[in-house]
């Protein structure tokens, strides 16, 4: 009755015979990527996409530190955020603030380094710690907006 072909599927089985190297490269990187998402949850807690950071930072006032090593910082950050490296964090988490119901927003480059600092804020008492997706990236691939100042 119904006799749908896939020509896609059928070039599948092929594909993958012909060019293992190029699927495996595929399947590792998929798997990468998974594991990266997960660990992030499992470990780092709640990520927010930009533009629900846009909407915490908005509608919440949420604190922003960025991670970032000062030199990146300074060729731009988010508005009004406070740049504490990772490097340095142990001894300047103080200036974070003492409101510990207050939401705090972390992003480093690429979301890899916040994960550490979003830990650490929970150990210090913050109730509310959330990562950006992405990083800084993440921020500039939505086209939101950054300042040198």
């Known amino acids: 009755m119904f006799n749908v072909r896939l020509p896609l599927i ?6 993958v015979q012909a060019h293992p190297l190029l699927f495996i490269a595929l399947a590792l990187a998929s798997a990468a990527l998974i594991a990266n998402e997960v660990h992030g949850s499992v470990t780092g807690g709640k990520r927010l996409g930009a533009l629900e ?7 919440r006032d949420a604190l922003i530190v960025d991670v970032r090593p000062n030199a990146d910082f300074k060729k731009g950050h988010l508005l009004n955020a406070v740049n504490i490296p990772l490097a340095k964090f142990g001894e300047r988490a103080a200036e974070i603030g003492k409101d510990k119901s207050r939401p705090v927003l972390v992003y ?3 979301g890899s380094s916040q994960v550490e600092a979003a830990a650490r ?3 210090l008492g913050h109730a509310e710690v ?3 997706k992405g990083g800084m990236n993440g921020w500039l691939t939505a086209s939101l907006p950054v300042t040198a100042k």
Do not use: K
């Open 10 to 15: 059928d070039q599948l089985l092929p594909f």
């Open 108 to 110: 480093c480059a690429l």
């Open 53 to 59: 950071a846009v909407r915490l930072i908005n509608d």
């Open 121 to 123: 804020l929970r150990a």
């Open 130 to 132: 959330y990562q950006l």
